[in-house]
């Protein structure tokens, strides 16, 4: 069971996320406004972002509550202040932090010494509120989650390994198409494989896009340089050359396969423009989507799911 905070995937049992799922539905389509009155979110940022950013402020303010944005340079995480002051200190004003950091650990350390909830907006090692809104995306598209192929293509990066966990816990088969050098973490892997043997997902890591991307239902891509690895920017389009997701990848896919990526994209680095702005192309219902499953997760975070609505 999800406890106070939501670093990782690996913070939810497959019963969370089924439960998320079903609630980020239900409020899509309309349903238990008011949720997160009286409640607010501090949103502390290390790197940039649009959706992450733009969806929590939403998603509090739709439900009733208010955001606070605190940008890189108003904090300097760790360097105008200690984490643990920071985290103190917040917890006094808000009820909840969502943060979006460089090193994992600065994460951990702020959840470590906060009283009040810590979301993941990203990190370098995951970004699990990007994972289990493309479930949503998914079952939106596909109707159910379990037997689904999923066939990730590119880098072993953050949002692969939130994705990765999330398919494992939830019954999708995963496929993960890396360079050598660029694979997922053994750690993560060791995770999933852990959860893939409950739920019975099968996983394959291979070097080859072909071998991942064929019979999927799913083909997703991410960029082949995060942020905070600008420098390794040229060594990486060499790297990842032959990883684009273009018509040729995805004609291998099944016919009614959709192409997933989380934005913002490089077009022709990982993906093709064709692809990338083709009727395939799901990524503007995954970017809607991080919108209700946020709200979904600060609802059951902040504890008001349960509270039944008038007239609801
Ligand atoms: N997908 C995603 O997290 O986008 P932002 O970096 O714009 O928040
Ligand atoms: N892997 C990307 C995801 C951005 C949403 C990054 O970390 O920059």
């Not at 509090?60 to 360097?79: F, K």
């Not at 398919?167 to 496929?175: C, D, P, T």
């Not at 892997?189 to 991942?212: F, H, R």
Request: net charge negative; glycine share 8%; charged share 25%.
């Amino acid at each position: 069971m999800l406890g106070k905070d939501l670093l990782s995937v690996s913070d939810l049992a497959s019963e969370d996320i089924r439960l998320l799922l079903r609630d980020a539905a239900d409020i899509k389509a309309g349903g238990r406004l008011s949720l997160l009155s009286g409640k607010t979110l501090a949103i502390m940022f290390e790197k940039p972002s649009l959706r992450t950013r733009v969806s929590f402020e939403m998603a509090m303010r739709q439900l009733g509550g208010e955001a606070i944005y605190l940008s890189p340079a108003e904090v300097g995480l760790g360097e105008r202040e200690s984490v643990p002051d920071i985290a103190r200190a917040l917890s006094r004003y808000v009820d909840a932090i969502a943060a979006r950091t460089f090193s994992h650990q600065t994460l951990e350390t702020l959840a470590g010494h906060a009283e009040v909830p810590v979301i993941n907006a990203l990190s370098d090692l995951e970004h699990p509120c990007q994972a289990l809104a493309d479930l949503l995306t998914i079952c939106e598209k596909k109707h159910d989650l379990a037997g689904l192929t999923l066939a990730f293509i590119g880098d072993g990066n953050n949002v692969a390994h939130s994705l990765m966990l999330a398919s494992a816990l939830s019954g999708v088969n995963f496929r993960v198409a890396s360079p050598p050098g660029y694979r997922v973490r053994e750690e993560i892997l060791k995770l999933v494989q852990g959860y893939a043997a409950a739920s019975g997902a099968e996983i394959v890591l291979t070097e080859e896009p072909a071998e991942a991307a064929s019979g999927a239902d799913v083909i997703y891509t991410d960029v082949w340089t995060s942020m905070g690895q600008e420098a390794e920017a040229k060594e990486r389009r060499r790297v990842f050359r032959r990883y684009q997701v273009n018509d040729e990848l995805m004609s291998l896919a099944k016919e009614d396969a959709i192409l997933m990526h989380p934005l913002p994209a490089h077009r022709g680095e990982e993906v093709s423009p064709s692809v990338l702005d083709g009727p395939r192309s799901v990524v503007f219902d995954q970017a809607e989507n991080r919108l209700h499953l946020q709200k979904a997760l600060l609802a059951m975070m902040l504890g008001s799911l349960e509270i039944p609505l008038p007239g609801y």
